[in-house]
């Protein structure tokens, strides 16, 4: 019985005996987790980046006047949607029609002018044909009395006033043809309609007609209002700012990686998008377009200067641009500023790090602002027309005038 009683263990050595189990079973399932998380982070984390300081961004255009007025009609408010070449803000066109009158009116008078220079030309003309013949009628009495003089019958007083009559003669045709080149240098080898200052005249009432036609604004792309600063009477002058348009088909998002997160990062890499608006419920897929040249600092308008001294080390990060699928952006419209998480698969690493050639097409273009200008040059036209045509009526005018206002 002692033996048995001496080899039985105490309660001290079985809790020991607990404790130490315990603390294998723990070590073995912290190796165990250990090993599941580096099978984790090189199987599948190490593959992909991720960041919620990432945010909408998009295309903020702005709609500016090009020409000075007063705001007399407002056509779309925020919120709104437009269409591209609608009209947005209509200004008061009643001084540029004025200008447009004055235009044309100089124009007219340009051509009368014109006209008479080039009648002053056919007249100079004439009269160096006049002069010519008296220069050849003075020589033939030159030329008669001096060889009558050599026989007595006319005196040298005679002659005289015959040699003086010749040079008379010649000068006056000198003096003419040079008034005829100084007149032919102003009209030069061109006509009335194609004469440089009728050309600028034209060019005037162009200018006057496309400063009318600029008093409506319009919209250079389709989008929505996202900013209106123009109000009714507002007066405008041109460059200022009356509203702002956001295309929602080129919204995109700027996702600040680490710089640490960016040794894998290329263009064409798969992206994941949730947005906070929408939670996890709505997912969008994109792709990296382009990563940042510059960190946010280095762009600062006021740039960390690190060799002060008091120099702390900050992590910094780096813009990357994520174009959207545009199907899945407009069955979930996003607003530029909305908080976003991305996550960027890095598995493929053969995509380039950054653009490898320009872009073979405008990233934003319009057409908004050309404008048919067949009126104008047909107005311009007719005007040459009624100035240069003797006897033009004036109803003719009164009536073509009135069609541009």
Sequence with gaps: MDALVETAPTAAQLQRRRRQKWLLSLTAAALV???LVALWWVLYASHYQSTDDAYVAGDLVNVMPQVNGTVVSIDADETDLVSAGQELIRLDPTDLRIALQDAEQQLARTVRQTRTVF???????AVVGQRRSDLTRAESDFNRRKDLAATGAVSSEELGHARDALSAAREA???AQKNLAASTALVGRTGVADNPDVQAAATQVERAWLNLKRTSVRAPVSGYVARRAAQLGDRIAPGAPLMALVPLERLRVEANFKEVQLT???I???VTVVADL?????EYHGT???VGLGTGAAFALLPAQNATGNWIKVVQRVPVRIELDPQELKAHPLRIGLSTRVSVTTVDTSGP????RAHEKPVLSTDVYEMDNGEVKARIAEIIRDNTTEGAAPAAYTEAHSSLR
């Design 173 to 175: 045709l000198t003096a």
């Design 268 to 270: 064409g890499q798969p």
């Design 264 to 266: 894998r990062m290329r």
């Design 119 to 125: 009648a002053t030309r056919d007249q100079l003309q």
């Design 353 to 356: 790090a950054l653009a490898q």
């Design 33 to 35: 987790a250990a090993i």
């Design 278 to 282: 929408y939670g996890g419920s709505v």
């Design 288 to 290: 990296v377009a382009g």
